[in-house]
């Protein structure tokens, strides 16, 4: 917001610091001369050592604007209500064409005195600090984690492959186990028919029948301890 005066219109009239613990804080305005003299200004404030003022005195020329700025000391607590009674003063005065900064003195601001001074009020304003973001768990982002179901189906697929595997060799030992089952029975069965002479082929067993027998009942012994 713009108010404007005779001499200077000052943008903004509300100076607002956003308040920060142990850090100095800065703020701006401008003052403006939409007049075709030279005027002289000076900032004074309610609270001078709570506040720097940069700069607190000098001269706009006609038709420009100055820009000052003003810092705030660093506090140590916030106001509970964030509520604050500082004010500032902006005086203005004409002066002579060719009038530099180091011409002005507190004798020009002085009303008593017949000086044609303006003055212009600014209030102070704080600001809460902005509040920190809170940190986002990384499983609410979306595509930043596997779901659960998509976690079992990487961690089970391939035990699940493994045990159907096993389950088939099982399958398959138990059948040949059961071959071999039958195929030695039918031996003692021959066996015993020979042992008591009813076979079809001369008396006496041949050593290499013998030795085919003793090795199925091995490799039967063998596979079943396997399974």
């Excluded at 943008?11 to 800065?26: A, Q, Y």
């Excluded at 003003?70 to 106001?79: G, K």
């Excluded at 060719?98 to 003195?105: C, E, F, H, L, V």
Aim: aromatic share 4%; hydrophobic share 35%; proline share 8%.
């Amino acid at each position: 917001m713009t108010t404007e005066q005779l001499l200077l219109s000052i943008d903004p009239l509300d100076l607002k610091f956003t308040l920060e613990l142990n850090k100095s804080v800065s703020t701006s305005f401008q003052l403006i001369n939409k007049t075709d003299n030279h005027v002289a200004f000076k900032v004074k404030t309610t609270n001078p050592r709570k506040y720097t003022v940069r700069p607190n005195s000098g001269i706009v020329l006609p038709r420009s604007r100055s820009n000052v700025t003003v810092t705030m000391q660093p506090q140590m607590e916030l106001p509970p209500d964030m509520q604050c009674k500082d004010k500032f003063l902006v005086q203005s005065v004409i002066v002579n064409p060719g009038s530099a900064p180091k011409d002005i003195n507190p004798d020009m601001f002085n009303k008593p005195g017949g000086n044609d001074v303006e003055e212009c009020k600014l209030k102070v304003i704080y600001v809460s600090p902005p509040r920190k973001p809170s940190p986002v768990p990384e499983d609410s982002e979306e595509g930043t984690s596997p779901t659960a179901s998509d976690t079992d189906l990487q961690e089970h697929s391939e035990p699940q492959d493994n045990s159907v595997k096993a389950r088939d060799l099982i399958l398959r030992l138990m059948e040949e186990r059961d071959s071999i089952l039958r195929h030695n029975a039918k031996l003692n069965r021959d066996l015993e028919l020979l042992r008591h002479g009813r076979h079809e082929h001369r008396t006496g067993v041949p050593l290499l029948y013998i030795l085919l027998v003793g090795l199925a009942g091995i490799l039967l012994g063998f596979i079943v301890r396997n399974v």
